[in-house]
């Protein structure tokens, strides 16, 4: 059965200080994977989403950035954090074939507060 | 684009009682609808999915929903909750063959009281 893992669970980080949030996959191949931040009291914004290795696409202009290095692994990065950056970071995958690679399976998240 | 609403923002009930929750749609041509649950600190877990057939879905937890293109609705109901319901729930759309971009609704938190 397919699992995604995100750490760490909670963050704490000062404000200007660097990000770097990990998503894994297992138990499937060339995932679309996505990245999505839930600020407090409000619904999920797709930040970043990829269908392969390297092919990355954003949804949103920001400070934040996301890379995949490897097929089943998902980064979101922040050169410089900033207090607006707190929220919670949610994770997902989708199948990438058709007929499936509608339906998307979201990891545990990221609790992340900038101070 | 595709849009999604849910009304009511926060839905009190009593344990044992029938719930509804509300969810509407805008889209130009064929989507995907989805139910989604949150417990606290969690991630989201698929409740439920309409992809094509029966516009009558059941999902986990004695959760269903019905598909109404006319209406442009999917709502969500229980026939009789338990406190361990509680949570926010999400409804989410999808273009169909997109598969890249599901655009949730602001969510609606269930509230059990015993």
């Known amino acids: 059965?397919?699992?995604?893992?995100?750490?760490?669970?909670?963050?704490?980080?000062?404000?200007?200080?660097?990000?770097?949030?990990?998503?894994?996959v297992e138990g499937t191949s060339n995932p679309n994977l996505?990245?999505?931040?839930?600020?407090?009291?409000?619904?999920?914004?797709?930040?970043f989403y990829s269908v392969g290795i390297g092919q990355i696409s954003s949804e949103v202009p920001q400070n934040l950035s996301a890379s995949r290095p490897q097929d089943r692994q998902f980064i979101l990065s922040s050169k410089k954090l900033l207090l607006s950056d707190s929220g919670f970071y949610l994770c997902?995958?989708?199948?990438?074939?058709?007929?499936e690679r509608d339906t998307q399976?979201?990891?545990?998240?990221t609790r992340l507060t900038v101070l | 684009a595709q849009s999604v609403t849910q009304l009511d923002s926060q839905v009190p009930v009593f344990e044992e009682a029938p719930v509804e929750l509300r969810c509407n749609y805008s889209s130009s041509v064929s989507v995907y609808l989805f139910w989604y649950v949150q417990y606290p600190n969690q991630g989201l877990q698929l409740l439920l999915k309409y992809l094509?057939?029966?516009?009558?879905?059941?999902?986990?937890?004695g959760f269903e929903a019905e598909f109404n293109k006319s209406q442009t609705s999917f709502h969500?109901?229980?026939?009789?909750?338990?406190?361990?319901?509680?949570?926010?729930y999400f409804?989410?759309?999808?273009?169909?063959?997109?598969?890249?971009?599901?655009?949730?609704?602001?969510?609606?938190?269930?509230?059990?009281r015993p």
């Open chain 1, 1 to 24: 059965s397919q699992t995604i893992h995100q750490w760490p669970a909670t963050l704490v980080q000062p404000v200007g200080s660097p990000l770097s949030l990990e998503c894994t």
């Open chain 1, 34 to 47: 996505y990245w999505y931040r839930q600020a407090a009291g409000r619904g999920l914004q797709l930040l």
């Open chain 1, 92 to 99: 997902a995958w989708s199948y990438g074939l058709a007929g």
């Open chain 1, 105 to 109: 399976y979201f990891g545990p998240g």
């Open chain 2, 52 to 61: 094509s057939g029966s516009t009558l879905v059941k999902g986990i937890n």
């Open chain 2, 76 to 88: 969500l109901r229980k026939p009789s909750v338990h406190i361990s319901d509680t949570a926010e």
């Open chain 2, 91 to 112: 409804c989410a759309v999808t273009l169909r063959g997109s598969g890249d971009k599901l655009t949730f609704g602001t969510g609606t938190r269930l509230a059990v």
